[in-house]
DNA sequence: TTTACTGTTAGGAC
DNA sequence: TGTCCTAACAGTAA
């Protein structure tokens, strides 16, 4: 279930257990039929050869070799990493392993296959290749502002579109529109500076709480969107009751009292 | 059995 | 030319 904050967890978990180990081999799981991975000969190019960072742009992550390749990894709808110890099982739908010595093995399940590995030189040519905006933890106030507020469409798709800002998904877009108090269908350029300004500090403090958490949902606030994605369900903020719309297709719940589209 | 789904993208409409 | 919207992808789970 990754946007930014699961797949920033899936990066530390990736510096935390798979750097500095020596890839033994790297291997295909059952039925990766339609998926989106490289050929074994790119594959290859791993074995022997260690991770020595993790990093994370949006929603993709990049671990790399020292002065070598980089394995990016996307998540797609329903992927997700562990690293796992030699005595442990894998669970189903591995789609690829990355096993070190002495037994650690990092592990990419996804049930879904929309997931992506590719095989990159550079990250931020990459980047740039794939037309991503800037990371929506670290993009300055005039960045957003220009991004989100010069849109003409919603504010929620502008919110997930990955080429003006990177990392943002349906949940989290839907979260940081209910705290902030905008309608997911307001006309972004129809919102004053000020409310772009204010979206912008509560698209940030969202994503970091989540990621705080290590996207544990459980832990975030009980006010949370989260906790009330349904039809109906007392809102947490106002005396209002959550709605369900769809807003450039995607499903959005929100609260028609507390959210307004100025 | 039917329906919805947290991401991305190609193709068509405006 | 650019921007926006829809449908499709493949498989699971409710």
Known sequence: MPELPEVEAARRRIERGALNRTIEAVT????????????????????????STATRHGKFIFAGTQGGPWMMIHLGMAGSIRVMDADEVDADYIRLTVA??????????????FGEIVVVEDVEDYVAERGLGPDALTIGDNAFADVIGGTRGAVKSALLAQSKLAGVGNLWADESLYRAGILPDARACDLEA????????????????????DAVYSK????????????????????GAIAKTK???????????HQTGA
Do not use: N
């Open 100 to 113: 070190f010595e002495g037994g650690t093995r990092l592990t990419f399940r996804d049930p879904r296959k």
């Open 194 to 213: 000020g409310r772009i300004g204010q979206l912008h500090g509560v698209v940030g403090d969202t994503l970091k709480a989540v990621v705080d958490t």
């Open 28 to 51: 295909y799981g059952d039925d990766i039929t339609h998926m989106d991975l490289p050929d074994r000969a790119a594959l290859d190019r791993f074995t022997g050869t260690q991770f």
């Open 247 to 257: 807003v450039g297709g995607r499903t959005s719940y929100f609260c028609p009292d």
């Open 220 to 239: 975030l606030p009980a006010d949370w969107l989260i906790h009330r994605r349904d039809e109906g369900a007392d809102c947490g903020i106002c005396d």
